[in-house]
């Protein structure tokens, strides 16, 4: 089982549409978690931290959810602009540091 | 002016000669670190350092070795570069934070190509 897993994609919607992304992670001593946001050959870019009361961004809002060991990220009123690779990402501090990006999956938003 | 700066861009080599790769940052942060992307996966750590004298293995070190010249600068050095290592490479920094939290910034990353 991989560490980090994300809905595979692509994930193809209208412009106006809501749409929402799923992130598990395997170990529950896992502290920190946030979403990251890639453009295509470009480098990542936090999108935003998440936490365990959950929080919100404008159009963008993520969950976590530590008893089920997994994130999640909303996008309401998806726009042209939202098309990207979304990135999971956790930070574990058991035995030392580690920080794991999961694979991402890819958002394409159409006129 | 970008806060982690990567230098080449874009490179293209040959098997079997030696490549660095160059990162520096103006942002302050202690915590270095080197991936590799490859098409459809996840990015992969090289290499990371939390301060001057302090360099860690990743999960795919072998073939690379790196140097932290200063806070600032974390170089990567390809000894004999192999296409297998054709990728996308990032630098990233971080500075650990209040309650254990590690948020990364990126470089604009190096695209090498080994033929």
């Known amino acids: 089982r991989k560490e980090v897993e994300q809905d595979p994609g692509p994930f193809n919607v209208p412009e106006g549409a809501t749409v929402a992304f799923n992130c598990t992670y395997s170990?529950?001593?896992?502290?920190?978690f946030f979403w990251y946001r890639q453009d295509c050959r470009k480098e990542p870019k936090l999108l935003m931290s998440v936490y365990s009361s959950g929080n919100e961004d404008g159009r963008f809002t993520a969950q976590l959810n530590r008893a089920s060991q997994y994130i999640s990220l909303l996008i309401r009123d998806s726009k042209l602009s939202d098309s990207a690779t979304y990135l999971c990402?956790?930070?574990?501090?058991?035995?030392?540091?580690?920080?794991?990006f999961g694979a991402g999956t890819r958002l394409f938003v159409k006129a | 002016d970008a806060d982690v700066t990567q230098t080449p861009r874009n490179r293209i080599t040959k098997t079997g000669k030696r490549i660095m790769l160059e990162c520096s940052q103006t942002?302050?942060?202690?915590?270095m670190y080197w991936y590799r992307q490859d098409p459809g996966l996840g990015l992969q750590l090289i290499y990371y350092s939390f301060d001057v004298k302090d360099i860690n293995k990743g999960e795919i070190s072998d073939g690379y070795s790196v140097s932290r010249q200063a806070q600032a600068k974390f170089s990567l050095s390809l000894e004999s570069a192999i296409p297998n290592q054709t990728a996308l490479y990032f630098c990233?920094?971080?500075?650990f934070g209040q309650g254990g939290t590690d948020t990364q910034y990126f470089g604009p990353g190096t695209r090498l190509t080994v033929l």
């Open positions: 942002k302050g942060h202690d915590r």
């Open positions: 990233a920094t971080s500075d």
């Open positions: 990402v956790v930070n574990e501090r058991t035995g030392g540091f580690k920080t794991i």
């Open positions: 170990n529950s001593a896992s502290q920190s």
